[in-house]
């Protein structure tokens, strides 16, 4: 399959997809600060878990060098949420604070370092 074709099936290289997959999750995670532990991590989980899914699946369809790194860090970022949410460790606003900007900075660290080590892979896999 060409880069075109390839492209063209990138979530990513769409503003709707790109929106529903991953900046509504962000902005629920960023929004759930300001609500009850129990309540945020419930939201944090589900934004967590949607993400980290359209990450993996993103990679998949089209071979997003980033994406197959930054797919399972999300999921892996739900122990901590939930180490937090359930009282085994404590944590005050700024706590959750720093653990939401290593979720949301953790991403984008891991997409530029990704790509400019390794590219852009996705002319190099065909999409399924």
Same mark, same amino acid.
């Given at each position: +399959? ?8 990138? /979530? ?6 790109? =929106? =529903?997959?991953?900046?509504? &999750? ?6 759930? $600060?300001?609500? &009850? ?12 878990? /949607? +993400?980290?899914?359209? !990450?993996? %699946?993103?990679?998949?369809? !089209?071979?997003?060098?980033? !994406?197959?790194?930054?797919? &399972?860090?999300? %999921?892996? +970022? =739900?122990? &901590? ?6 009282? $085994? ?7 959750? %604070? ?13 997409? /530029?370092?990704?790509?400019?080590? /390794? ?7 065909? !999409?399924?």
């Amino acid at each position: +399959m060409n880069v075109a074709a390839q492209s063209a099936r990138d /979530w990513l290289g769409k503003a709707h997809s790109s =929106i =529903i997959a991953w900046w509504l &999750p962000k902005g629920a995670v960023v929004a759930a $600060l300001f609500a &009850p532990v129990s309540a945020r991590a419930a939201v944090w989980s589900a934004a967590l878990i /949607w +993400m980290g899914t359209a !990450c993996i %699946l993103n990679a998949k369809r !089209c071979g997003r060098t980033h !994406c197959r790194y930054t797919g &399972p860090y999300y %999921l892996a +970022m =739900i122990l &901590p949420v939930l180490v937090l949410a359930s009282g $085994l460790a404590s944590a005050n606003f700024y706590g959750w %604070l720093a653990l939401a900007a290593l979720i949301v900075g953790g991403g984008w660290i891991i997409w /530029w370092a990704t790509e400019q080590a /390794w590219g852009d892979s996705r002319s190099a896999k065909d !999409c399924f």
